[in-house]
């Protein structure tokens, strides 16, 4: 017993002592096998629990962003432009840029142009229906407004736009209206299983924009129809107040203008880009207004990135250029550049006070396009170096042989109407 280095007993009773020679120990009653499983599995849990949490407060907002209100989970690509889905049927603006993609017309591939008020997408919808150098061209009768851009082999279309399907979604219907619509509104033309979206739009520098709106809204437009939907309801009089009484707001003076708080006009790319059911849509009550503009702001940025096509106004042999690679599509005309508008002559007479108010209301706005700037020029410098015969290509943009000859539009002269037609 003087070697005995250890003892194992069993008991029932706990109050019972063993002696032994080289002390006294107490022998305690020993736990059940269920209550100590049952521990391990809390014990888990808990860990998994904390882990999971720790994860989405660490991980990269583009992994994961629990700690984010603007992450967004999406299961297919209905009605979804393709970088917002899962890989399994997404296509990223880098996978449309591989040697073996194309557009395909012959299948289920679509085009959806979010068209932004006064950035030039009159102009550019029209490039779109006019100007394709197509197997089986846009067909556009002088009776109507509208176009049939079919695809080659049945009467389905590839293009969902203001001069093909109409205001389908809305006038002028933004991000929110367009993603929760599109699919829809084509299942009511066409049967189809399943279709690949691919988002495309055009954004202008923030200032000039938004002087252009203000000539267009003085010489008598209102965009009435726009329906404002968002979160399974419409926008309501008190969430958008009308700047004006009567039918419309023409002669408004620059000052009146920019005064209206609820005035649409002010930071429209960013709000018409955001996911709005992230910030409560138009309840501005649903959250702070600081909060309220980081979301948006950074909803925007993530959606243009998504998107299989952005242009800037300003930029158009640039914009018409990467277009042209990222589709493999051909435009038989060079877009025009038209730096001479009734905005930047407006843009000459403000005064100080006047620029300080119209940068500040357009403070969102302005961040986005610079941001979309960059990732213009990073996506030309890429589709450039990818071009071996860059410098003659771009030389001739528009230049088909036996095409028309070049068009030209200027985006304050064009007519927008304020009905859907």
């Not at 107040?241 to 002010?266: H, M, Q, R, T």
């Not at 410098?391 to 068009?407: A, D, M, W």
Request: proline residues 3%; charged residues 25%.
């Amino acid at each position: 017993m003087n070697n005995l280095k250890s003892v194992s007993v069993q008991i029932v009773n706990s109050d019972l002592a063993l002696l032994l020679p080289n002390g006294v120990y107490e022998i305690k009653q020993m736990e059940s096998k269920s209550s100590r499983l049952k521990q391990i599995c809390l014990f888990c849990l808990a860990l998994c629990i904390f882990g999971i949490f720790g994860f989405g407060y660490f991980c990269p907002d583009k992994v994961c962003a629990l700690s984010s209100r603007e992450t967004i989970y999406i299961e297919d690509n209905i009605g979804k432009p393709l970088a917002q889905t899962k890989t399994k049927v997404g296509l990223s603006y880098d996978d449309m840029l591989n040697d073996d993609f194309t557009f395909d017309m012959d299948s289920h591939d679509v085009m959806v142009f979010l068209h932004m008020q006064k950035t030039g997408g009159t102009s550019f919808g029209k490039h779109l229906v006019h100007d394709l150098d197509l197997r089986r061209p846009c067909t556009c009768p002088i009776s109507r407004k509208r176009c049939h851009c079919f695809r080659p082999h049945s009467n389905q279309s590839w293009l969902f736009s203001r001069y093909t399907t109409g205001w389908k979604c809305g006038l002028h219907a933004d991000w929110t209206e367009l993603t929760s619509c599109v699919d829809a509104k084509l299942d009511d033309l066409e049967t189809v299983a399943k279709r690949r979206y691919f988002y495309i739009t055009l954004l202008r520098e923030p200032v000039s924009r938004y002087l252009s709106e203000f000539r267009h809204v003085q010489r008598g437009a209102t965009w009435k129809g726009s329906r404002h939907f968002c979160g399974g309801r419409l926008a309501t009089d008190r969430e958008i107040p009308p700047c004006y009484e009567g039918e419309d707001w023409e002669g408004v003076n620059l000052d009146d203008f920019i005064g209206c708080k609820s005035n649409l006009a002010a930071n429209r790319q960013t709000r018409m880009l955001a996911d709005l059911e992230l910030v409560g849509c138009y309840n501005k009550s649903y959250m702070s207004k600081g909060e309220r503009e980081r979301i948006m702001l950074a909803s925007a940025k993530k959606n243009l990135l998504s998107m299989a096509f952005f242009g800037l106004t300003e930029y158009q042999k640039i914009s018409q250029y990467i277009f042209e690679e990222t589709f493999n599509l051909r435009f038989a005309i060079p877009f025009e550049q038209n730096n001479s508008t009734v905005s930047s002559n407006t843009l000459n007479s403000l005064t100080t006070k006047q620029s300080e108010d119209i940068a500040s209301l357009n403070n969102l706005d302005i961040e986005l396009y610079d941001y979309a700037k960059k990732i213009l020029f990073q996506r030309f410098e890429k589709v450039k170096s990818r071009d071996a015969d860059f410098e003659e290509r771009f030389k001739n943009l528009g230049v088909i042989y036996g095409k028309q000859s070049p068009t030209e539009f200027d985006w304050d002269k064009l007519e927008d109407p304020t009905e859907s037609p």
